[in-house]
């Protein structure tokens, strides 16, 4: 299971404002009906952050996973070659497999 904090996962606040007026793309709602059963959103994230996290536009977003001893030096290290990298989430404990975002 992974745990996602919404606001940490960078996004153009355009993109937002977009969704937020009902502008959607077919890949989202196609990624939305694919997905949506493995994800369980906290009651506070707004609906377009939700639809913003299904968006297939990411150009290639990349997830890794680190002990998180080990996950800050990991951002550094990778900053120093000239990746942007920040820790948006948290790899927990053997579950479903489902994706929880708060």
């Keep these: ?3 996602l904090r919404h606001r940490a996962v960078p996004s153009f606040p355009a993109a937002l404002d ?3 007026r009902g502008m959607t793309s077919g890949g989202m709602v196609s990624n939305h009906a ?3 059963s493995r994800v369980e959103f906290a009651p506070e994230v707004p609906a377009p952050w939700r639809d913003l996290l299904f968006d ?3 150009s290639g ?6 002990a998180p001893a080990q996950a800050e ?4 290290d990778l900053g120093q070659d000239g990746v942007t990298a920040i820790v948006v989430g948290e790899v927990l404990d053997a579950g479903e ?3 929880l975002v708060d």
């Excluded at 977003?61 to 680190?66: N, R, V």
């Excluded at 030096?73 to 550094?76: G, K, N, R």
């Design 1 to 3: 299971r992974l745990r």
């Design 18 to 20: 977009l969704l937020a």
């Design 34 to 36: 694919a997905f949506s």
């Design 56 to 58: 297939p536009q990411t």
């Design 61 to 66: 977003g990349l997830l890794i996973a680190a």
């Design 73 to 76: 030096t990991l951002v550094a």
């Design 97 to 99: 497999g489902r994706i």
